[in-house]
Structure formats: C-alpha cells, structure tokens
C-alpha cells in the first residue's frame, strides 16, 4: 500500500502557502501523537527496515508501523509478505536513477485493459466528483489502461475506502500490483476527506493514490525536501525504482507522483504525461499474437520468457511476472522465424534464439524445449529490436525492448546484440 502524506510544515511552506492552510498543517502536527515502541516492537522495526532497504526503499523518513503492516515512504502500506516479494523483485537488473519519474518492478498487465474503480459511497459530492475527474485525468492521456468508475465494490480493481487518523497522512494505496493486478484499496483519511471539506488537492491526491496502486513511486522519492519541506536523505538508489526513460533528471516540478501534497491540485505535467504514455502505452496488439509473459526468479538468477501463460501464470515457483516482454506470433507467418528455446539446470538459464547453429538440439548442458515463439531476424512493420544480454557471473540470458533498462550493459550483464524483432 502506498500512503500520501501531507507537506511537513517548514520555513518555505509558511512562507508560500495559505495562511489558512498553514493553520490546518500546524494543528496537525501537534496533535500526531508519538508512542514509545517497546523493545520487540524496535526490532521488528528494524528488521523490516532493513528488508525494505533492500529492496530499495528509504526508510530514513516516512517508515511507521499501521495496522497489521507498515507505511513505507510516507503513504505505502506494505505487509510483510509483500515486502518479502519486493525483495525478491528487486533482484532483477534494472536501471536505477534519481529524481525522476520511477516506477516500480510491478505493473497492471494485459494491456488494453479497463480497471473497474470503486469509490466508497459514504463520501460526499465533493469527493465523488473529486473521483470522477482523477479518472478523467487518467483517460485523457489514452493509455493502455481504461478506468472506469463502478458502484460494485465486489467487481472492483482498486475500492476507495475511508479510514480516519489524526495525522500527516492524506491517504495511502494498498501497495504496488500483485501478479498483474493494481493494488487495492486505496484509503482516504476521512480527517481530512470528509463530507464538508472541499480541499483543492483532493483529485491530485485520488490520481497519485491510483498512481501507486499501477505501480508509480514518488517522483522525488530521493530527495523528498522537493516536494516535504524536509528529508531527502540520499539512500542507496535501489533497484525497485526504475526510472523511466524520457523523464527528465531534475526533480519533476508540481508531478502528481511528488510524495508531500502542498495542498493545491496537480494536473499532469508534460513529464508525467511522458512518465504514464511510457509505462501504459496504448497499445494496439497485431492480429494473431500472443503475448510473451517475461518472469524473473532472483534465487535461481533466472529470466524466462513464454507465450503460455498456463506455465507460471501469475508467478510460482520462485519467479515474478514482471510484465509482457512482446507480442509475437505462436504460429509461423510470412517472413518469421523460429525463436528456439534452451534450459540449462545446471546454469538455471533459459535461453532463446533464432540461430539453430547456436546450440542445434543442445549443447553445453542446454536442453532443447521447442519454439517458444516466431520473431523477425530484421525489422519488420510495428516491431521493435529485443535486446539480448548474458551475465556470466549469474548465468542468465536476459532480453528486452527497453533500451533503457541495461543499455550497452551493466549490473553484470553484456550486452550482445539485438536478438530479433518483437513487437513492443
Ligand atoms: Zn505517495
């Protein structure tokens, strides 16, 4: 879950916000109580912090036990189950950066998709309404991803519900997606979402709520004095925050993603509309491909790539989905070619090609599995290169569109050219 927390009074807010406000922001300071955690209490604290520090969290500021879990960087809830499988997830290489737009290992897959969103009925016209245009935000940028409000809460992908707290936090999500599906519920602190408050910031606060439940981290996540006032503590930029490529490198100005709300209404930047079109293309799927599932297993430092979703599904056995790698034909068409895949046990590595030469009907302890998929040994309409790289140290074949991801290599892994043509 992911918890948006109200701006930290300081210097600079008082001088740039209204006096009014301030007054609200004050109050809520004095009466957050702290309670002394007794000595187990400290070392489970700090026993998941350390977890989470791993995974690439921060938990410098921002980091408290609630309920039956732990806000995480102000307005994530996370049990520790999910914070187990961040660890896990974070094993992947991936970019990493700071300041900019990032996102999470996890995504909604099986774009185009529409998301059925529930808002708590028990809130007022305000924040319906308040709903109704946080959803219009999100589809206006024509994403990959369709949300439409629903009033079943038992048909729902995200629920909106309430929960009341005299604190900083506004509200928090229910984490990052789950094999493929946003978190859910979002809750909103009804302290300060209730039937008589009309704050201005209550659509921006919906849309960065929804914006972590498909799978967004704070835009200033490393230096979070941006946007709070104070803080910024510069951890290790982990590897559970991918920057995502065409965001800029300095801190996003007035981002939806930002973690403290000044309390005035953030509309999409330019930047977070690069940010959404990036990770949520819409995406218009040729006729007769499937998609091809890439999952990653950190304990066997393994990727593996399938068009038969009945294989791992949602993840098992120690793997993650991590998301649709391509699209690409299960059947062979004009001008395609057989992509073939290999395992090796002893090196746990899967492996793919279109060059049968490579390792015929296998070699040095790969195993042939069959054609995985058909791809394009050049570029054809709509397909986009698939680059391939192998760590030795990990023995692990790894392929991607995304350029961005590992470049001409790192974190290990070489680079070794483009594998063939997929469509993105
Ligand atoms: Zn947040």
Known sequence: MNVFRRRTPGRSTLLSCLFILCMALIIASCESDKLSPTASEDEDLSRVASKLQEAG???????????????????????????????????????SGREEHYRTNQLVIG?????????????????????????????????GLTFQRTTNSAAADISILSFYEVSNTLGFSAGFPTNGNPAS???LNTYYYN????????????????????????????????????????????????????????????????????????????????????????RNIPAGTSAVYRYYSGSARDHFY???????????????????AIFANTTQVAGSVPVYRYYSGNASDHFYTTSWSELGAGKDGYTYEGIAFYAFTSQVSGTAPVYRYYSGSDSDHFYTTNWAELGSGGSGYTYEGVGFYGYP
Not at 64 to 79: I, N, P, Q
Not at 117 to 128: E, T
Not at 306 to 324: F, H
């Open 57 to 95: 969290f921060d938990t410098s500021e921002g980091f408290r036990k609630f309920e039956d879990g732990y806000l995480v960087e102000y307005d994530m809830f996370l049990t520790e189950d999910m914070i187990d499988d961040l660890v896990e997830s974070s094993k992947a290489p991936s970019a």
């Open 111 to 143: 774009t185009p998709r529409t998301l059925q969103i529930y808002m708590d009925a028990g809130f007022g016209s305000y924040m319906q309404s308040s709903f109704d245009a946080a959803l219009a935000r999100y589809n206006a940028q024509n994403l």
């Open 185 to 187: 519920p979002i809750r």
């Open 195 to 282: 039937n008589t408050s009309t704050r201005a910031d209550a659509t921006t606060v919906i849309a960065h709520e929804i914006g972590h439940a498909i799978g967004f981290r704070h835009t200033d996540y490393m230096n979070r004095a941006f946007s709070c006032g104070s803080g910024g503590n510069e951890g290790d930029a982990g590897v559970g925050a991918n920057h995502i490529p065409g965001t800029p490198t300095a801190p996003s100005a007035n981002s939806w993603m930002l973690a403290c709300s000044n309390g005035t209404d953030r509309p999409f930047t330019s930047e977070d509309v690069t940010a959404l079109t990036t990770v949520y293309p819409s």
């Open 306 to 324: 399938t068009t038969n979703w009945g294989e791992l599904g949602a993840g098992k056995d120690g793997y993650v989905l991590e998301g649709i």
